[in-house]
């Protein structure tokens, strides 16, 4: 399995970005696919996650109404709309995969990094105030 992030760049605040992970290698209709992001100085964290299969979308608090997760089938691709930006959303993002052969999709530990099996480099998002 490869990931490919790409999409990041330098936004001022209140502005939009489009984050994409393109995968390959696998047949992904049955995995878990997340975004994390890491700040300088502090541990990844958790950002959103979709089930390929259903669709199914878990987001975090913090970028809750402000982010999308979705993806596109025919290209294999994640995304991750990113609108309303504010300087504490910059980081490095990264998306991540896992099969979902020993938990369901649905699973909380898909909140965790250690429940994914694959990862992709980051992409740098830094929003300036």
């Known amino acids: 399995v490869q990931l490919q992030a790409f999409g990041g760049g330098l936004v001022q605040a209140g502005g939009s970005l489009r984050l994409s992970c393109a995968a390959s290698?696998?047949?992904?209709?049955?995995?878990?696919m997340g975004w994390f992001r890491q700040a300088p100085g502090k541990e990844r964290e958790f950002v959103a996650r979709?089930?390929?299969?259903?669709?199914?979308?878990y987001y975090a608090d913090s970028v809750k109404g402000r982010f999308t997760i979705s993806r596109d089938n025919a290209k294999n691709t994640v995304y991750l709309q990113m609108n309303s930006l504010k300087p504490e959303d910059t980081a490095d993002y990264y998306c991540?995969?896992?099969?979902?052969?020993?938990?369901?999709?649905?699973?909380?530990?898909?909140?965790?990094?250690?429940?994914?099996?694959?990862w992709g480099q980051g992409t740098l998002v830094t929003v300036s105030s």
């Open positions: 991540a995969a896992d099969p979902a052969q020993s938990r369901p999709y649905y699973s909380n530990t898909y909140y965790s990094q250690k429940s994914y099996a694959y």
């Open positions: 979709i089930a390929w299969s259903s669709g199914s979308v």
């Open positions: 290698g696998r047949t992904f209709s049955n995995y878990v």
